[in-house]
């Protein structure tokens, strides 16, 4: 045991694993009591382990076949380019197919259960391109689950809150696992709580195929039993050796993602060299974070669930225990310390991967450009530049080829220079389609906790795009202003992240930025109204490309994703002067804070079903009326803005 906080969880872990054990032991599995008082937490991405059973019990019952196109199970399933046809129920499991990512409008809610996005899906689907030929690399894609679960009703005839309750949680004892259908509303869901100790509305993720599960920890380490070598309740043997399989198998890259079906992960290099196969699913909503980690032989199964933090901090945890519980069974997992033999030159040969390539890396913190040079020969100097922040970094040239990350930048030439604590380690590879991509291999590291693994492509070199100057002028109209969020549905958390903007990218003409809360995307500009994702990552750093357009009318510009939302600009927003003001009407109303009451209070009374957000003059929310007991005395910031939603 390596500490008395850890003795405590591993404690707490085992009573859980022994229940999963015994559960996991006969082919016919009766539902069990409540381990005491536990919270039901949205289990957000693990959930795409549980729609994979629900396919994969139906292929054991010869109703599915997982290499067979998906329109011959959803023949209104269309798409607006003729690639879709090739897309396979396997694709979907094993993010492949080549669609965009995920369908925004109705997905991520507040204490609502709006069938917006089910009913609609394959509306919003049908309007899109493809990134990718179906089947040619991974990238991370929610859509492709939520397709599933459409899969599953129209194969099952069961809605599939219903399959995932009777098919799928009880034969293996699950007696507090539902969707976002089924159980807003109940008492015992986790509060709750954001980072400023607030606490909000419960939320509800309704792409259900994708990450719209909620349970217990033990529900959902008991789910995890299910997978165990031998456990015959959920699955024949053949079908959860299928869901373990990587998917390019084949063909294995160590940058490309390590997905099987459904499963983020089906192997870690620290356990397999003791024997140890660990599958792994980390899943992450607006405040609720998963993870399930399972060693099927070692019959080992830990779900840990959390109100804030993230999935990354919940895969730690999971990892600390499984290292702790192999332990005591005889099996000791360390991993290799990484050593680098720093050269004292880059070879001339690397000078063609000088230039700017797009990046997107959670290890830097989204979408950027990064410029790449050789400074004489002698380190690699990295600039990452986005419209919200730049860093720069330097890089030592290591024996084997690749680039370590030094602790500091190179001042007076390479003599009293080291290697970063826990270096990114970048290597420049080039593809079969000609394109130079940038793999990254790197550790994110939680003091006191552990640390996550991450080894994957993230860049690709950018091309020059010669569009002339009316072309870039007319984005450059759109640059530069606030863009309002104007059609998701009024519980929408996306509302959060409603005040957007655009930006030209200065680095390398013909490109644009798409701003948001939630991140940056860069994407090429094709003509006066269109711009595009473009870029052919083979990783999960191509999830959720966006295409955009400009469309005006008689009501003004607005700005149009592929994904879904809208985006108005400034033109014909009116000025909030008092409550008289508040709308009675349906929609979603944006009104500029007016001079006469800027940074004051106004006491409103909320229309009911109306949500109300207030942002200051950056576009950061300052009132939420989805946080419990939210006051009526509502702030006016200077210069901000106000929406009511109904």
């Known amino acids: 045991m390596k500490n008395k906080i850890m003795k405590r969880l591993i404690m707490t872990a085992a009573l859980t694993l022994a229940a999963a054990g015994t559960l996991g032991s006969g082919s016919e599995t009766k539902a069990q009591p409540l381990q005491g008082e536990e919270s039901v937490y949205c289990v957000g991405s693990v959930s795409k382990v549980y729609v994979t059973a629900a396919v994969m019990r139906l292929v054991d019952e010869g109703k599915v076949e997982l290499d067979r196109p998906v329109t011959e199970y959803l023949p209104a399933f269309q798409m607006a380019d003729p690639r879709y046809k090739d897309i396979t129920v396997r694709m979907l499991m094993d993010h492949t197919s080549g669609i965009m990512g995920t369908s925004q409008i109705g997905s991520f809610l507040y204490e609502s259960n709006d069938t917006w996005h089910h009913d609609h899906l394959l509306?919003?689907?049908?309007?899109?391109?493809?990134?990718?030929?179906?089947?040619?690399?991974?990238?991370?894609c929610?859509?492709?689950?939520?397709?599933?679960?459409?899969?599953?009703?129209?194969?099952?005839?069961?809605?599939?809150?219903?399959?995932?309750?009777?098919?799928?949680?009880?034969?293996?004892?699950?007696?507090?696992?539902?969707?976002?259908?089924?159980?807003?509303?109940?008492?015992?869901?986790?509060?709750?709580?954001?980072?400023?100790?607030?606490?909000?509305?419960?939320e509800s993720c309704m792409c259900i195929g994708a990450g719209g599960v909620f349970s217990t920890a033990s529900d959902v380490a008991r789910f995890g039993t299910a997978f165990?070598?031998?456990?015959?309740?959920?699955?024949?043997?053949?079908?959860?050796?299928?869901?373990?399989?990587?998917?390019?198998?084949?063909?294995?890259?160590?940058?490309?993602?390590?997905?099987?079906?459904?499963?983020?992960?089906?192997?870690?290099?620290?356990?397999?060299?003791?024997?140890?196969?660990?599958?792994?699913?980390?899943?992450d909503v607006l405040l609720n974070h998963a993870c399930l980690m399972v060693a099927p032989k070692e019959k080992i199964s830990i779900a840990v669930l959390s109100n804030g933090g993230s999935s990354s901090y919940n895969s730690m945890l999971a990892e600390a225990i499984m290292d702790t519980v192999l332990e005591e069974a005889g099996i000791n997992v360390t991993e290799d310390e990484r050593e680098f033999e720093i050269e004292g030159t880059v070879p001339e040969e690397m000078d063609e991967f000088a230039g700017c390539y797009v990046t997107q890396n959670a290890l830097e913190g989204g979408t950027m450009i990064s410029k790449v040079s050789f400074p004489q020969h002698a380190y690699m100097h990295v600039e990452n530049i986005s419209p919200v922040s730049t860093s720069v970094k330097d890089y030592a040239y290591t024996a084997e080829g690749s680039f370590a990350e030094l602790a500091f930048e190179v001042e007076d030439g390479m003599e009293d220079v080291r290697i970063a604590a826990n270096p990114n380690v970048l290597r420049f590879v080039k593809q079969e389609n000609g394109k130079v991509t940038i793999s990254c291999e790197g550790r994110m590291v939680a003091a006191g906790l552990g640390s996550v693994f991450e080894d994957s492509y993230i860049g690709e070199k950018l091309e020059e795009n010669p569009v002339g100057g009316e072309q870039i002028a007319a984005w450059e109209k759109i640059c530069g202003q606030n863009l309002f969020l104007c059609n998701d549905v009024p519980a929408s958390a996306s509302y959060q992240y409603a005040i957007i903007r655009m930006a030209l990218c200065e680095e390398v003409p013909g490109y644009v930025f798409y701003i948001s809360g939630q991140g940056t995307r860069l994407l090429k500009i094709l003509d006066e109204s269109h711009a595009q994702a473009f870029q052919s990552i083979p990783s999960s750093a191509n999830r959720d490309l966006i295409d955009l357009s400009i469309s005006s009318g008689e009501e003004g510009t607005v700005l149009i994703s592929s994904s879904g939302p809208a985006y108005r600009t400034e033109e014909g927003i009116r000025e909030f002067r008092d409550s008289g003001d508040v709308p009675d009407q349906q929609g979603v109303t944006w009104f500029r804070i007016g001079e006469s009451i800027a940074n004051a209070t106004v006491s409103i009374d909320r229309p009911e079903n109306c949500a109300v957000y207030v942002y200051n003059k950056y576009g950061d929310v300052v009132y939420n009326s989805h946080v419990k007991n939210a006051s009526f005395e509502i702030p006016m910031p200077k210069d901000g803005h106000i929406v009511f939603i109904r």
């Open 123 to 140: 509306d919003t689907l049908k309007g899109q391109r493809l990134k990718a030929d179906p089947g040619s690399y991974a990238a991370y």
């Open 142 to 202: 929610n859509d492709g689950f939520d397709l599933l679960e459409l899969i599953v009703e129209a194969v099952s005839g069961m809605s599939y809150t219903e399959y995932v309750t009777s098919k799928i949680a009880l034969p293996t004892g699950g007696t507090a696992t539902g969707t976002s259908y089924n159980f807003m509303g109940r008492d015992d869901l986790a509060p709750a709580y954001n980072a400023n100790n607030l606490l909000y509305d419960n």
């Open 228 to 283: 165990y070598k031998g456990n015959g309740s959920l699955l024949s043997e053949k079908q959860k050796e299928e869901m373990t399989k990587l998917w390019d198998g084949k063909n294995p890259d160590a940058h490309k993602d390590k997905n099987g079906l459904g499963w983020d992960r089906v192997s870690k290099e620290k356990y397999e060299k003791q024997g140890v196969q660990v599958l792994e699913k980390g899943g």
